[in-house]
């Protein structure tokens, strides 16, 4: 789904690579700080990559300017190029109609598959939604949730 960070006035917002970026298991969490933190907030894992200039090799850190003061570690070259895969795929999307394209598609098959399971596995129940409005996890507490079943169906 879209989100406009700096529509919604956010000042910091950090996400999971492996999920959210399909980079898969491994791959690097992301942060984005508004320009108008950048150059006011450390991070409390700096590190080499992260320095102004990493290999000066001087003995006092200076941060580097704007976002890349918020790097840390060592990135992992494999979980890298995973991420980087997954981010081309959103980049494709974008002459197709950009993330609210791909957001239809995923409430389209979200649809397709819980009528699927509702023809064919009647009975068993199910512990998501059916409207798209009201199917987000966050807003199902666990004791609204369907037990899952005990018999398995086949799709």
């Known amino acids: 789904m879209e989100v406009d960070l700096n529509g919604a006035g956010a000042d910091f917002a950090v996400g999971c690579g492996y999920k959210y ?3 898969g298991p491994g791959a690097p ?3 984005w700080v508004h320009p108008r933190h950048a150059e006011r907030f450390w991070q409390p894992l700096a590190g080499w990559w992260s320095h102004a200039a990493p290999f000066a090799f001087t003995p006092d850190y200076q941060p580097a300017a704007g976002i890349a003061r918020y790097l840390c570690g060592t990135q992992p070259i494999l979980s890298m190029t995973a991420l ?3 981010l081309d795929v ?6 197709l109609g950009g993330m609210a394209a791909l957001r ?3 409430l389209a098959l979200t649809d397709l598959f819980i009528t699927l399971v509702e023809e064919r ?3 068993h129940g199910r512990a998501s939604r059916r409207r798209a ?3 987000n996890a966050a807003r ?3 004791s609204r949730a369907t037990p899952a079943p005990t018999r398995s169906c086949r799709l």
């Open 21 to 23: 970026l399909n980079g």
């Open 121 to 123: 596995c009647a009975g």
């Open 29 to 31: 969490a992301f942060a």
């Open 140 to 142: 199902r507490s666990a």
């Open 104 to 106: 239809r598609k995923s």
């Open 84 to 86: 980087e895969c997954g």
């Open 90 to 95: 959103f980049a494709q999307v974008q002459p």
């Open 133 to 135: 409005a009201t199917r």
